[in-house]
């Protein structure tokens, strides 16, 4: 099982327009340099979760495509909010489990959950057709660079 990175994205601060990048420095313990989240500024309970998973999210482009084809909802990668856009792996498989993203090695900490804060900031109804396919939440354990195009496997 294995993939690619479609998409990286960022933003500076909660609900600001996310900004396509063709490579992002990873930092463990922290998330993408640039991002709301590694800068503690992200749209997120003050209550940190159990095993963490705010440094980076990811979403497959499949799911992406399926809004469009069964529910006829558009919605482009840069719009669902994830730093990594994936093709051709299952993202819930690695929930607790160690992959790499080219060069940074990452866990799989829990599904990526969508929430009203997104329909709100697109103005579409995403909630419903994407529970449980919203992504995954994972933690950065060794940083690096990630780039559009790296693939993504899972570790041993």
């Given at each position: 099982m294995?993939?690619?990175?479609?998409?990286?994205?960022?933003?500076?601060?909660?609900?600001?327009?996310?900004?396509?990048?063709?490579?992002a420095?990873?930092?463990?313990?922290?998330?993408?340099?640039?991002?709301?989240?590694?800068?503690?500024?992200?749209?997120?309970?003050?209550?940190?979760?159990?095993g963490?998973?705010?440094?980076?999210?990811?979403?497959?482009v499949?799911?992406?495509?399926?809004?469009?084809?069964?529910?006829?909802?558009?919605?482009?990668?840069?719009?669902?909010?994830?730093?990594?856009v994936?093709?051709?792996?299952?993202?819930?498989?690695?929930?607790?489990?160690?992959?790499?993203?080219?060069?940074?090695?990452?866990?799989?900490?829990?599904?990526?959950?969508?929430?009203?804060?997104?329909?709100?900031?697109?103005?579409?109804?995403?909630?419903?057709?994407?529970?449980?396919?919203?992504?995954?939440?994972?933690?950065?354990?060794?940083?690096g660079?990630?780039?559009?195009?790296?693939?993504?496997s899972?570790?041993?």
């Amino acid at each position: 099982m294995s993939g690619n990175v479609e998409g990286i994205f960022i933003t500076a601060a909660a609900g600001q327009p996310m900004s396509s990048l063709e490579e992002a420095a990873a930092t463990a313990g922290r998330g993408l340099e640039g991002d709301r989240y590694a800068n503690r500024v992200g749209h997120y309970s003050e209550t940190p979760s159990p095993g963490g998973g705010r440094e980076l999210t990811l979403i497959e482009v499949e799911v992406l495509e399926s809004l469009a084809d069964q529910h006829g909802i558009e919605l482009r990668p840069v719009e669902s909010r994830r730093n990594l856009v994936t093709r051709g792996v299952r993202l819930d498989e690695l929930i607790g489990k160690r992959f790499r993203v080219g060069n940074v090695v990452c866990e799989g900490i829990r599904i990526c959950e969508p929430c009203v804060y997104l329909e709100g900031l697109t103005g579409k109804p995403v909630n419903a057709p994407l529970v449980h396919r919203g992504g995954l939440r994972a933690n950065i354990l060794e940083g690096g660079t990630l780039r559009l195009g790296d693939r993504i496997s899972p570790e041993g």
